[in-house]
């Protein structure tokens, strides 16, 4: 992984005196041994998240790039729990990426190993299943209603201002666009969804958008 601007050791201490600064408890001492202990295996899956998408160079990360910065932080947090199910660094990096990208996604959520965030301010993403080429830009919801989750297909993209409620079955290739909201509604997949009043419009869209956002 090429670390833009710093190396491992500072980007080690960059974290934790974020960490620190932000929640100044009597565990302030055990959370740089704990980000220590598994940020190589979380810089891992950010290098493969990252040589994922189009936009951004294959292998490098840039930790004063937004988006690439909340994804970073969702991993180490996640790593972490998988690997050790260490409740205090995982709670604080998780606040961490709420506080500074408004990035609400909690450490035992599993993200894919190949997603992208476009703008992470008001992004809400409730415990469920992401497969691979997952994207989502600002103020979007996957959320639950009384009668369950969503489950979503492969290639999933969420325009600004989308959400998707409830036990919808969000189906491979569908693009939500601006606006759009399912709730307990399902998709044929392959299409563009559109607000369009009490009911979403579907459209088979004109060129291949997931192609636009990732290296497929």
Known sequence: MDLKGTDRGRLL???????????????????RPAIDRDLDSAL?????????????????????????YTIFLYY??????????QENPCTKLFYLNKALNGFECFYDNDLPDVFFVGHSVGVVLVRAKYPRHFAVYQNCTVGRDHGGGPTLEEGVVMYPGSAIIGPCRVRARSYLAAGAVLIGRDTPGDCLVFAAGAEPVFKRPKRDILADIFRL
């Open 13 to 31: 201490d960059y974290v934790a005196a974020q960490i620190n600064q932000w929640f100044p408890d009597h565990y302030a001492g055990d959370v």
């Open 44 to 68: 891992d899956r950010l290098r493969t998240c990252l040589t994922g998408v189009r936009v951004w160079r294959p292998g490098e990360f840039d930790y004063l790039h937004s988006s690439q």
């Open 76 to 85: 180490l947090a996640n790593t972490i729990w998988r690997n050790r199910q």
